[in-house]
């Protein structure tokens, strides 16, 4: 499905076209979204967040770090070539990277890169530890010439026919490493598209940034007409915007019963759950377009009571740097639509999402998995990029409370089930011993004791399987 002009023909390729250039996106709490890479020779897989606020693909040196981090060692590839005087480091406005350039085979899907630049790192600062790296996404016009955008190569490359891209994010509220999305570079595919794609042309392509020039809570009630420069940022969870505009935000969202309070912690704003869904749509206007988001995709509910706001103020950035934006629209804004990105027609795409039926399970990492065991819902990660290195915001939400209990509900009648089992064996064998005074006592200890094991083995599935 190749984008020739502004408006894209419904069918210009064949299903083989979409075979080859199509990659599994897997969803992570609704707040990473991963795409599964092959590197080197033999090929490795690692798990890295796809970002469009960034250019440059990075992963961890394996050897510099111990379990759970996964890696790559470049020294188990014959087709690595190390650069080790040519350092990059990557800033965020938490955490940072510092390594050198190497020189890989990369396999995105089927695509198939034999030299491909990028930054093995050897330092990793404030990253979440389930992220093996980071690919960046956006044009790398202007940035850094060192390391050619990975659409741009496979442009010139001869893999893709345009320089695009399109990504359907999936929103489903369990989803913990499932196959919920795609990525398909050089088109698009139409079954994730509910409706006719709308345009957003964009100011530059680093960050692909445009102007906002409204935010409202449905139809006439206004909550920002200044304008914002924002970038569309699938490596950032959250919408952050301007103090000023939030501020407008909570107040509308009073009006209508929200009662929202500021808390500390990385989500600083909880509201009323019972009266949050009567809350109208948030519609963001572009120049001659608008999307909507419903309270369903901005709030995140914490209990019956309380939800949390997934829309934040914008920090500043550290000192020395200069953001070129003012807000971001990540993941809560982009996981309604499936979204279409042109670097040769300037354009961002919207179409509104079809649901999602992938039902496919991929898991991520058991190790990386029991680093999150702590998470909770007031001890979320968040990883923003700021200055001219990509934008990367982290949440790891662990909000799988509806499958915990069932599971729970299921292990205490497996356990009520061996207690009447148990009891009715100590009976029929006391009934058995008023008959025969040779009391085969070792057997029963013995079969308890193969209960308790039972029990013992499914309790640890249930923990193993909630790290």
Known sequence: MKLE?????????????????????????????????????????????????????????????????????????????????FTKSIIYGKGSILGYKITEQINLGSLTLPNYDLVLAQKVND?????????????????????????????????????????????????????????????YDPKYALSSFQFVTVKEQVHWAADLLEINFGPGKAVSTEKVSIIFDSGTSLVLLPGNVIQNILSQLDSFGGNCKYIEGQLNYRCDCQNIYKVPDLIFGFNGASFNIPPSAYFLARNEFDCYLLIQQMQPAPPGYVLPFDAILGDVFLKNFYALYSIDNKTVGFAKAAPFKNQEIIIIDEENNASDKDNSDDNIDNTKETGNSGNIENTD???????????????????????????????????????????????????????????????????????
């Open 397 to 467: 939400h662990g909000n799988n409370k509806g499958n915990g209990i069932l599971e729970w509900q299921v292990l205490i009648i497996i356990i009520i089930s061996l207690g009447v089992l148990s009891i009715g064996t100590f009976m029929c064998f006391c009934r058995k011993s008023q008959k025969n005074e040779h009391l085969n006592i070792q057997g029963f200890a013995d079969q308890r004791t193969r209960q308790s094991l039972i029990v013992k083995e499914y309790e640890e599935k249930f923990i193993n399987s909630h790290l």
């Open 5 to 85: 002009i502004e408006e894209p023909a419904q069918s210009q390729q064949d299903d083989n076209f979409l075979e080859r250039s199509g990659m599994n996106i897997i969803n992570f709490n609704n707040f990473n979204y991963f795409g599964v890479i092959q590197l080197g020779s033999p090929s490795k897989a690692l798990n890295v967040i796809l970002d469009t606020g960034s250019s440059i693909l990075w992963v961890r040196d394996s050897t510099k770090f111990s379990s759970p981090y996964n890696g790559f060692s470049c020294s188990k590839s014959r087709t690595c070539k190390p650069d080790p005087k």
């Open 127 to 187: 990253i979440p530890s389930h992220i093996d790296g980071v690919l960046g996404l956006s044009c790398s016009q202007g940035k850094d010439t060192a390391f050619p955008g990975l659409v741009e190569i496979l442009k010139s490359s001869g893999l893709i026919a345009s320089r695009t891209f399109s990504m359907y994010l999936g929103d489903k509220p369990t989803a913990r490493g499932e196959v919920t999305g795609e990525i398909i570079f050089g088109g």
